[in-house]
């Protein structure tokens, strides 16, 4: 099931950054990342039971090819619609989070090491 995999990228994606940028979970971005996961796994479970029950009883023809999705199912194209808009909400709102770190993070400063600045002698063979 597509929207289940969906789901599992986009709580990969929360859940590192998580790991990468929280240090204390109290800090409002800590707050809003687990808001995120939550509302992620919420889209999940309605997209799956969605996309296996939006054809009634007939559940074998969501393994069909279009064609037969759209003849046996008169909503299917509304809830494939439903899926894909509400999967770019879900998108936008993961990729806003690295957008907004980046944002707001101030810059790393990376010192270059020098030959000079290095413990012990180094020599050339």
């Known amino acids: 099931m597509m929207s289940l ?6 709580l990969s ?8 940028f929280v240090v204390n979970q109290d800090t409002r971005f800590g707050v809003v990342t687990i808001a995120a996961i939550v509302i992620i796994i ?10 296996i029950f939006y054809c009634g ?4 023809v969501i393994s069909g090819n279009l064609l037969e999705i759209f003849q046996d199912c008169p909503d299917a ?3 494939v619609i439903t899926f894909f808009a509400s999967d770019l909400g879900t998108g936008v709102i993961v990729l806003s989070f690295h957008y907004q770190w ?13 030959d000079e600045s290095r413990s012990g002698d180094s020599t050339s063979v």
């Open 57 to 60: 009883v007939h559940i074998d």
């Open 77 to 79: 194209f509304t809830a």
């Open 42 to 51: 919420l889209w999940t479970i309605a997209v799956f039971f969605n996309t």
């Open 102 to 114: 980046y944002k707001c993070s101030p810059p790393l400063l990376i010192q270059a090491s020098t």
């Open 13 to 20: 994606v929360l859940f590192s950054y998580r790991r990468l």
């Open 5 to 10: 995999a969906y789901g599992a990228i986009k």
